[in-house]
């Protein structure tokens, strides 16, 4: 695993995401499948971008670009100042494990591991090795994500909702400067939903974190600094809500 | 196919099931297909090899070192059978575990319980007969392929028709039986059980009592206390550990058992027939106890001689004569001579009990056990060289003089069990059967009876045949035959004599170890479908953990974690249970070579290491090759 003195220098002021003409493109039986067709978009530090979209827009492709799971087929992403093209598979693991957080719309935690377990894993893969410290500010991730009486429960014996709460605090486990959402509310209640869309909010304000949410939630996109309309791989708007622009 | 698939109905359900769950019905049928071919393959060898040894050792081996070899043989062939229903009985039982998610839902959906479990029975049951049958043709067609007319050991004997027919039908006919039986009971099991329980798959695979106090190491890292929560939190875990365990346990008792055994049958010649000893003789009587001898290992006829013959005959003073010679250790004097004897078995008492409290004794008559030409060897008790392998030791001063010990190739036959009601008339005489031995003189048909009685029966006062045993000095065969030709006597090493007979042995059981090779060979695939089932099993962790930055270094160890520590904890339990098998209960007086038993302990732990190896490199290349899109809901 890669260690902390690993890691890249991907600090570039200002701009978290950078997309210049960036297109991806599948090959399913034979044919080519265009799921991005030249985007170009940037998304500032400390924003929450919202994508926004139809079903196959190409939301989820955007955010797997974004964490280096995927590559642009053409164009340019750079994403806290790495350059993702250039990059291997082992420098993008050690860049996801240290600079990325992921919440998951089916919440996808470790099966075998407990709630802090799961959160106390990821500081283990950014290379975190004071296993007394990880362990203290687990408990304040899971305090603070209100599960402090779940802390040693299963994922499988957690509700939805909480199962969610676990998978934010796994996001920050590490301290990433970049978190990226997939739907986060897409599987639960609207209370539930509503529970998480202000832990979000907590996250940003109290973290600092950008954040970049593919959603079709309200809620989440008045949370938004700039909201990108993807429409058959293609970036139909771009529009910065006029409480950003005031 | 598509209109298979669109029926309604078990077969309908059953092949669109089996299509959908494509790559974990391949592994399924794999496993069982792998299981079922080897095990019919092996045993069919172990039947093969079998009927070859014993044509062949009609001829030349004895009865003891043939039994020994048998004997081994059919433990394996049980052991292979035991280690292939176990593992497919594993297989089908895991393939089952993972339709339960499915099938709870299905009955959750409001299915009849008696349609589910048709419907899954016969899934199953797809899967099972297929895998039986392609197991039975590639067990075939390896078979078929086989060529043994080059091999020199068994050219002689030649192709045996239909040999395997039977094993062909029973050894699939039975895993499918068992398959089956497994399947329905994991089925009815599964269908009874709540909905609840059913569709929450993490549940019903968690342990949830060993949540507790997880093994943590951090010396190894976070990958290594990740696979101990993996491995331990499952609750088949246990069950996983003892089939595994229990494969490679008997693994081992078949491969360190080959080897105790070789050494055993090796050291039975050995014993007989000494290193660094010499055979003095007139030519005539030497070259016929060197056909003797050789008798164990090859064929050829013996001519008629006469043994008694004036000018045969060693004096006792010139026998000692060689015993001054210095580094002359022991003289072996013998008489040998060949004759046709006759068995019996003593009237005596026989009591048995009836139901009641009433003994009832009876006299049993003798009994003809037959006739047959032997080997006759008068021997000095106190001066053999042998030190033979003997069922109640070998002739004492104190013996009477009618007294013989038999040679294991007339045991079962001429001379019957219990020996003291054994008897053997020879030259007018009837002798008491004292003991068997392994020897491979005349190829273990061979009595040995004190020298004096056999002189006075035949009217001799001298030997025949002397045995010296020298030491390792070269001087010591210069003076001695410079001694013998003086008398008129050949002079020859045993040693080549002994290296043909081991060569003989060698050639046997570097055949046989085929078999616990190919079997150890069978538990690495019972394990590369442990491996594949579990990887299936929790394919989508593996992916999150991709997805959230663990490189391919931490998968790797994680996954090597995972598959070699069950194989460690495994081994740590069957190696000594093993070992423990082989020396103590495999064979009787047995030879153990802490060298062979480390040599199979290496191969074992080194095959089965690779395996987990190769699969961990070949499953973490298959994480990364994944992406979000993999993550199932």
Known sequence: MASQDEEIEIRAPGLAVDFVDVSREYVVNGKILKALSSITFNVKEQEVAVIVGPSGAGKTTVLNIIAGLEKPSQGEARVLGLDLNGSNEHSLSAFRSANIGFIFQSYNLVSTLTAEENVELMMELAGWSDSGRNEKLTAELISMVGLTDRAKHLPAQLSGGEQQRVAIARAIANDPPLILADEPTGNLDQKTGLEIVKLLARVKGEKGKTIVVTTHDDRIVEMADVIFRLENGSLGSVDRPARVRS | MEVWGALIGPLGFAVKSLRRRGFHSYLAFLGLALTVATTTFLLLLGQDLSTRLGIDSSMRSTFGISWLIFAYLVLALGLIGIVGLLSTSYLVSSMISQRMRDIGVIKAAGALPRRLLSYVTFEALLVIVSSCLVGALSALLVYASWSWPSISLFKQVGPIANAGATILIVVPMISFLLAYVVASFRVRRIV????????????????????????????????????????????????????????????????????????????????????????????????????????????????????????????????????????????DTRLITMSSITGYIKAHFASNQDTGENINTQ???????????????????????????????????????????????????????????????????????????????????VLYAPVQTLQKSLGLTGFNVLLLKVNNDPTVLSSVSQLASSFGFTVGSQDPILKSNLAFLNGIWSHIFLIPILSLSLTCGILLSYLATNFSRRFNDYVVLKVLGANVWYRLRLLLWESWGVIAISMLIAIPVAWAVSIFFLIPDPIVSIANLELSTIVSASALSGVSVASAAILSRRIGLTTVKDLKP
């Open chain 2, 363 to 445: 006299i049993i008559p003798e009994v003809d056990t037959g006739s047959t030409d032997a080997l006759i060897v008068g021997i000095n008790a106190t001066s053999a060289i042998g030190d033979w392998y003997t069922s109640d030791g070998f002739l004492q001063s104190v013996d009477a003089p009618y007294t013989m010990i038999a040679g294991d190739s007339l045991v079962g036959n001429i001379v019957q069990t219990p020996f003291n009601l054994s008897q053997v008339s020879a030259f007018g005489y009837r002798y008491d059967v004292k003991s068997a031995l392994v020897d491979p003189l005349n190829a273990g048909r």
């Open chain 2, 192 to 331: 009874g059980s709540s909905s609840v329980d059913a569709i929450s798959k993490q549940l019903a695979n968690l342990d949830l009592k060993s949540l507790g106090n997880p093994l943590r190491i951090r010396r190894f890292g976070s990958a290594f206390n990740l696979a101990t929560r993996n491995v331990s939190r499952d609750r088949g875990f246990n069950k996983t550990l003892l089939s595994i365990g229990v494969c490679i346990c008997l693994s081992m008792v078949v491969l360190s058992g080959a080897l105790v055994s070789a050494d055993t049958s090796a050291s039975y010649v050995v014993r007989a027939m000494p290193p660094h000893v010499l055979i003095v003789a007139n030519s005539n009587i030497y070259n016929q106890y060197v056909s003797l001898a050789t008798s164990f290992s090859r064929i050829a006829p013996l001519p008629p001689i006469d043994y008694g013959n004036e000018s045969y005959i060693i004096s006792p003073q010139n026998a000692s004569a060689f015993r001054a010679i210095p580094g002359v250790q022991t003289v």
